[in-house]
């Protein structure tokens, strides 16, 4: 018992020194881009159109920047932290990576960040949406979105749209709770009434037993936050309850039609109208190549976990561009803080001061295009920031 003791504590030891010492070792001639994402399980949709993305700008643009051959090693965490946590530390200590990357989900991201910040290296979430996430760590830096985003302005719009009683739906995790408490924050502050409140769990929810309940408080509509990956299970379970017919429409942050799902989903979700940072129908010319281009790889659509991994990796050879291929942690975070560019969603940026994304949220509503489903965007937000963090 005492030999296993004393093994154990140095064996935590040299996990210890060795991200202490990650911060000095560097690759002569590579930069390791360590990418964790849910490749199996619930989320693996997210994982796949990441990693999708990543490897389409690496074709695009190849695979050297700054003199340095940038090297991808992926590891799938399943969505689960415990993975996450452990994959992250074999990166660091063993593969020495210069980046970590990825996470799927905002519990993943979280467990990462502590490792980010002994290491001191990047971490670039490039799905996660909670607010609080650039907050556990200064090396960490977000390309994806947050719920506070979109939420605020969905519910705005539909304050504005004739939308008096709501019933939500969120997922039990930190995101739903995000997606639950802004919406609300500016529906009942328009005047909004909450009928119906319900939280699903994360994995693998029956979305059936709530939509009954749903449809029987009838509200004017639905306002939904489920993770990408699961909106096309609710849209099934929605039309067979007949919430459709009822006349209850659906709303929310645009997750639940992701557009990699968004084909299968039925004439249902016609009409449905979220806010989002995304659409595959985005009108701009570099968005039509994005998709003509990831169509052509890989058979299918992009959807908004697609772009975000697309620009996640633009933003790992713009800061390395910027160091002169300096792969010093405290270096490449200045280089991403304040960068500017122009995405297949529109332009974005760095917050200097959060590390978090700014970009444009649109109102999109579900409708047919030659034949497919589609998120068509009718109305513009500039340049959102995180208003999660600006309204503290």
Wanted: glycine share 8%.
């Amino acid at each position: 018992m005492f030999e296993r003791k004393i093994f154990s504590r140095t064996a935590a030891a040299a996990v210890i020194a060795g991200l202490a010492a990650v911060a000095s070792a560097k690759a002569e001639d590579s930069v390791k881009v360590g990418l964790i994402l849910p490749m199996t399980g619930g989320q693996a949709s997210t994982g796949k159109q990441i990693e999708n993305a990543i490897k389409l700008y690496m074709q695009q643009k190849g695979d050297t920047v700054a003199g340095k051959k940038i090297e991808i090693i992926l590891k799938d965490d399943a969505a689960i932290p415990d993975k996450t946590k452990t994959a992250a530390q074999e990166l660091i200590v063993n593969d020495k990576v210069n980046f970590i990357a990825g996470f799927g989900v905002t519990p993943a991201a979280l467990a990462a960040a502590p490792l980010a910040t002994q290491a001191k290296i990047p971490e670039v979430v490039m799905a996660a949406g909670t607010s609080i996430i650039t907050e556990r760590s200064p090396y960490i830096v977000r390309t994806s979105f947050t719920l506070a985003q979109s939420s605020t302005i969905i519910a705005d719009w539909a304050v504005k749209n004739g939308i008096k009683k709501v019933a939500t739906l969120t997922s039990d995790y930190a995101p739903g709770n995000d997606a639950l408490n802004f919406f609300k924050q500016n529906f009942t502050a328009g005047g909004g009434e909450v009928v119906e409140e319900v939280k699903t769990p994360l994995a693998n929810p029956d979305f059936a037993p709530f939509l009954q309940r749903m449809k029987d408080a009838k509200p004017d509509a639905i306002f939904v936050f489920v993770p990408a990956g699961q909106g096309g299970n609710f849209m099934k379970q929605y039309a067979e309850r007949g919430l459709d017919k009822a006349g209850i429409k659906v709303i929310g942050p645009g997750d639940v039609t992701d557009d990699d799902l968004l084909n299968n989903m039925g004439d249902a979700v016609l009409g449905t109208v979220t806010a989002h940072l995304y659409s595959a129908a985005h009108p701009s010319a570099m968005n039509k190549d994005f998709v003509a281009a990831y169509k052509k790889a890989f058979g299918n659509r992009p959807g908004f976990m697609a772009v975000s991994g697309y620009d996640g990796i633009n933003l790992i050879y713009e800061a390395l561009k910027k160091t002169g291929g300096d792969t010093n942690g405290d270096k490449l975070i200045e280089a991403m803080k304040g960068q500017k560019w122009e995405s297949p969603r529109g332009p974005i940026s760095i917050d200097p001061e959060t590390r978090d994304i700014v970009q444009n949220i649109y109102i999109r509503k579900v409708e047919k295009v030659d034949g497919e489903l589609y998120n068509v965007e009718f109305a513009t937000f500039e340049a959102v920031k995180d208003l999660g963090k600006t309204k503290k």
